[in-house]
């Protein structure tokens, strides 16, 4: 499957950088480092594959544990959080993420798609609030806004 999103910016701000290689090979910069916290495998392997299509380092995992374990000691620019995770819950993830890394973009995501849990989710840190199913459509644009404080 194929997600044709083409001249999306860095998370951070910057644009890509497309480089001519001698044996006529463009390699294109990392758009930045995305967190993909998702406890459905199915849909967290689409989240991947539209984030590597374009160009972004996605981090998947299936916990909030795991998710402060992956980013403990690496960068992270961005962040998809389920706000139902089994164990600690995405919410609390989002809030610990925004403290830890204040200038990321972080987005989240849930079937229950309601007022209340956007502005739950916005409360916690949140830049965005996405309803599953996630459409690309909608994480591109997403992952093109900047970081702003709702406090």
């Known amino acids: 499957m194929s997600f044709p999103i083409d001249d999306l910016p860095i998370a951070t701000g910057h644009t890509p950088v497309r480089e001519q290689r001698d044996d006529d090979l463009k ?7 995305v967190l993909v916290v998702e406890d459905d495998p199915s849909s967290r392997e689409l989240l991947v594959e539209m984030l590597s299509q374009w160009g972004y380092e996605p981090l998947p995992v299936g916990s909030a544990e ?11 620019d961005a962040a998809v959080v389920d706000v139902f995770l089994p164990g ?5 993830l989002m809030s610990r993420l925004r403290e ?7 987005i ?4 229950m798609s309601d007022a209340s849990m956007a ?3 916005k409360g ?3 830049d965005l609030f996405i309803g ?7 994480l591109a644009q997403a992952l093109q806004s900047k970081h702003h404080s709702w406090h």
């Open 119 to 121: 502005r739950k989710c």
């Open 27 to 33: 390699l294109e910069q990392v758009r930045g480092a």
């Open 132 to 138: 599953k199913p996630v459409l690309p459509e909608k």
């Open 88 to 92: 600690r819950s995405g919410a609390l």
């Open 66 to 76: 795991e998710a402060e374990f992956a980013v403990r000691n690496k960068r992270m």
């Open 108 to 111: 989240g995501v849930s079937a």
């Open 100 to 106: 830890r890394f204040p200038q990321a973009v972080l």
């Open 124 to 126: 916690l840190g949140a």
